[in-house]
DNA sequence: GGCGTAGTTGTTCAAGCGTATAATAACATC
DNA sequence: GATGTTATTATACGCTTGAACAACTACGCC
């Protein structure tokens, strides 16, 4: 009987492979669907060798929550422009591909289920969340202060908790079941809600659109 | 060796409980921690009386989440008063005990992790949504009629839709982390953004408060 | 008051789980 | 090209899982 031959990856490769394929198997079939065996199968390995990259498979849950964390996230920090431009940017990031499609919310909903049991995984989430809202805060008071109104701070941070939570819901509901939606009615709605909530137009579509 | 003397109980009763055991299980450590042994611990009964009841172990999760979807609309679909007030109560009840605390966001956000893996959850997901955001819908016509708007069935549409992502968003942030907030600060950012939406006042308490 | 039905128990089974470890193959260095 | 290191495989172990089933017991019925 003999061995299969096998390809020996540079160590960042390998370890990036084995959080896809945990990814993979979580997008699929749950969090009960990560089995090393079944992560070893995506990878094209063998289990054992999972073993030698993560000290348990908690450690490799945890990698891949905060990369799923960071994908939902990087794109929408990092817009660039004036400030209206740049909170556009961002409402329209958070609410089109590839931040907002299924697999994206399976893999969130599945970690965000463990949340309130695991504190390692709640750390983690803490972190992106307040990242998140901050950067959204900081783009607001940007904004209000470009078209010549105060920043009030506690205005700003109710705000930010407003939009943040329009954002976080229809995301959900995009995500969850797009085709109730029109093509870009999400982004539509969500750009002449938060001229509402703001006062001040953003450059939203005409609502005939 | 003896045998444990046994309680016979009614149909229904012996299947709220196991359900119950269910949802205790899952919300303490997530759907893998919903096995059949566990359950009939928590119920207080022996794993195999489970398969007395349910055909198979699927068949119990599917009956489980029916009963999360069912407590977290049916009270906001049951509020009572005249418009105005039927509103109101819609949005605060969503955002209160017992609708929203953490084990009800753990308990949601195990099943919608499988929603999309699995038809028949997608099925009752769907269902649920739908019902809960029709409600919404309605509720808000007979508002805007009250207050001698015309309710232009397009411009319900589109506000039921942004209410119902605001809604779902501050749920969702509250449940995950409400000591990141001040007592009530959701209901009344809530109330104020909802007017805001509207352009019309549902008796939000003024901002200073 | 005995009997039949069905709710309930205890036990078993094969499959799959996470983990541990020895053997092996690929690569780096000299 | 021999050698040492380590990434990778293969296999094993102890445990839990969902499911199945036979034995047992409470209760309704006649």
């Not at 945890?62 to 996230?73: D, F, K, S, W």
């Not at 695991?118 to 950067?135: K, M, T």
């Not at 701070?153 to 407003?162: D, N």
């Amino acid at each position: 009987m003999s061995r299969r031959t096998f390809h020996r990856a540079p160590e960042g490769e390998r370890r990036h492979d084995l959080i896809e394929a945990t990814l993979d198997c979580i997008a699929e079939s749950g969090l009960q669907g990560a089995t090393v065996r079944q992560i070893a199968i995506k990878a094209g390995v063998t289990a054992g060798l999972i073993r030698h990259y993560f000290a348990s498979k908690e450690h490799i849950l945890q990698e891949a929550y905060r990369v799923v964390i960071g994908r939902l996230t990087e794109k929408a920090e990092r817009v660039t422009g004036d400030p209206e431009e740049r909170l556009r940017s961002f409402i329209v990031i958070n609410l089109t591909e590839p931040v907002a499609n299924s697999r994206s919310l399976s893999l969130w909903a599945s970690f965000i289920s463990r949340v309130s049991v695991d504190p390692q995984l709640a750390a983690i989430h803490r972190e992106g969340y307040l990242g998140f809202r901050n950067a959204l805060e900081s783009l607001l008071a940007d904004f209000l202060e470009s078209k010549g109104q105060e920043a009030d701070p506690a205005r700003c941070r109710a705000l930010a908790i407003a939009i943040n939570g329009l954002l976080d819901g229809l995301w959900l509901e995009g995500c969850l079941a797009g085709e109730l939606f029109e093509e870009r009615e999400l982004v539509s709605i969500a750009l002449t809600s938060i001229e509402a909530l703001i006062g001040l137009p953003i450059g939203a579509p005409a609502t005939t659109q």
